[in-house]
């Protein structure tokens, strides 16, 4: 009914953390940067965690919007107040936010852990990069 709010609470709390994280980043750019040269002159470098935590974001904005769409698609959301059908009524209600707590808690967790996942992915090729830039060299 409204498992999609879960998501999308998450997206918005990952949304400023990159805002955030990206303006950190730019202060230390600005700084310096740091790069491993190779034989072939291309600086092999790290993904910034502010892109990394956009993956996040755009992985849990597209799931919010999807699912939205979807409680839209059977009624379960309307344009008029309270906009969730399910608000309207106590038991209905009770039965909405054990849905939330439910149904969309475990949404976001599987999808912030399908996120781990492509971050230990992403390491590891970071990794097999500047491995193999510091043996051409």
């Known amino acids: 009914m409204a498992c999609f709010l879960v998501s999308a609470a998450e997206a918005l709390v990952a949304t400023v953390v990159t805002k955030v994280v990206e303006k950190k980043e730019k202060k230390q750019q600005e700084v310096g940067e740091v790069h491993i040269e190779t034989k ?3 600086p092999v470098t790290k993904v910034p965690f502010s892109r ?4 996040l974001r755009d992985m849990l904005w597209g799931g919010s919007a999807l699912l939205a769409f979807e409680h839209i ?12 059908t399910a608000a309207g009524d106590p038991t209905e209600a ?3 936010l054990h849905e939330m707590a439910t149904v969309g808690v475990t949404m976001a967790v ?4 399908a996120w781990l996942g492509m971050l230990g992915v992403a390491a590891a090729l970071e990794k097999r990069a500047q491995k193999d830039a510091v043996t051409e060299s």
């Open 94 to 96: 009770a039965e909405m």
């Open 52 to 55: 990394k935590l956009k993956w």
């Open 40 to 42: 072939t002159e291309e």
């Open 110 to 113: 599987v999808v912030t852990l």
């Open 73 to 84: 698609w059977h009624g379960e959301v309307v344009p008029w107040f309270p906009f969730l």
